[in-house]
């Protein structure tokens, strides 16, 4: 079993930042994949961000890429998301993921353990 629990989400002028953290509970937690997932009102739930189990390689949207960054420390089993560069369209819920797959997906269906979400709204 493993807990997710979100945090760092606000209120934040576009082209402001905001740093999401996603701390586990467990052991494992290095034997996960991670992903960020975001929803916004009246849209479905999509992919943002992904991390495999090492660290090794990451995973964005294109959406995000360029301006999203995730990392982990397994030391302290934590995800992170540095989000710079916010605009009003990456207004959502954020939620964090694992999976203890083989291969790295970015399809939500696929992970095990979901956080309860963090709010990101992004004035104009």
């Known amino acids: 079993q493993v807990q997710l629990v979100e945090s760092g989400g606000g209120l934040v002028q576009a082209g402001g930042s905001l740093r999401l953290s996603c701390l586990a509970s467990?052991?494992?937690?290095?034997?996960?994949?991670m992903g960020w997932f975001r929803q916004a009102p009246g849209k479905e739930r999509e992919f943002v961000a992904g991390?495999?189990?090492?660290?090794?390689?990451?995973y964005y949207a294109d959406s995000v890429q360029g301006r999203f960054t995730i990392s982990r420390d397994n030391a302290k089993n934590t995800v992170y998301l540095q989000m710079n560069s916010l605009k009003p369209e990456d207004t959502a819920v954020y939620y964090c993921?694992?999976?203890?797959?083989?291969?790295?997906?970015?399809?939500?269906?696929?992970?095990?353990?979901w956080g309860q979400g963090t709010q990101v709204t992004v004035s104009s």
């Open positions: 991390i495999s189990w090492s660290g090794g390689r990451t």
């Open positions: 993921a694992a999976d203890y797959g083989v291969v790295f997906t970015t399809l939500g269906s696929r992970y095990d353990y």
């Open positions: 467990g052991r494992t937690f290095s034997s996960y994949h």
